[in-house]
């Protein structure tokens, strides 16, 4: 029993890593610019464009006000259409991905948005155009709070991971729910949640060390 416990839970976490990881670098990819698009159409921003700024803006709003397990069900001719199959870790990807591509943008949107305006009007000062500032001096700037946000989001989707293997995808979730709900097992139940706590303190704890390291203000 100890062994078999052994085996659902590294398998359990191995497709919990792999749900998640291709989730957040995806998310990640497109999230990021998404929030360097909302910071820069604002009405302050270097590249000032209302119908843009607020197009976007609508589209982050209604995708984050959905609820994941609303999402990834409403989701499932897509996610059939694009991986193939509306049941296992690659399926969970999609609405993962859908589900933390806005809430990233949204929080990587306040760390650019906190920039001290100071540095940019100097980068203009000295002739840097807005593409230069944009890599030079926002994102630079802002790096330090984007980890931190990055890091939010990442605890985000491993508990959406969990909800999301309660109902087919795989991982930890489906092993709680088969294994110690179903059967009323409360050492696997247990142990699973013993495994996310483990997860989710060694990505903050990652992530913070990274933000504090690159954070100039504490140097």
């Known amino acids: 029993m100890h062994d078999q416990l052994i085996d659902l839970l590294l398998t359990g976490t191995t497709d919990t890593l792999i749900m998640v ?57 897509i996610t059939r259409w694009i991986v193939g199959t509306s049941y296992g870790v690659w399926a969970a990807v999609v609405p993962l991905t859908l589900a933390a591509t806005p809430f990233f943008a949204r929080i990587a949107e306040v760390s650019l948005r906190e920039v001290d305006q100071g540095l940019i009007e100097a980068a203009q000062a000295i002739g840097c155009n807005r593409k230069q500032i944009i890599w030079h001096v926002v994102l630079p700037e802002a790096l330090p709070g984007i980890v931190a946000g990055f890091t939010v989001t990442l605890v985000t989707m491993i508990n959406s991971s969990a909800i999301a293997g309660a109902i087919g995808a795989g991982g930890l979730g489906d092993i709680a729910y088969r294994y110690g709900y179903q059967r009323f097992d409360m050492q696997i139940m247990l142990a699973v949640i013993v495994v996310l706590v483990i997860l989710v303190m060694l990505v903050q704890a990652t992530g913070d060390t990274l933000s504090n390291q690159l954070d100039k203000r504490k140097i």
Do not use: C, D
Request: glycine content about 8%; charged content about 5%.
């Open 21 to 77: 990881g291709v989730s957040a670098i995806v998310a990640f990819l497109i999230g990021l610019p998404m929030a360097v698009v909302l910071v820069s159409t604002s009405e302050h921003g270097i590249y000032p464009s209302k119908p843009i700024n607020q197009a976007l803006g609508w589209v982050v709003n209604i995708t984050r006000s959905v609820p994941f397990l609303i999402l990834m069900v409403a989701l499932i001719p």
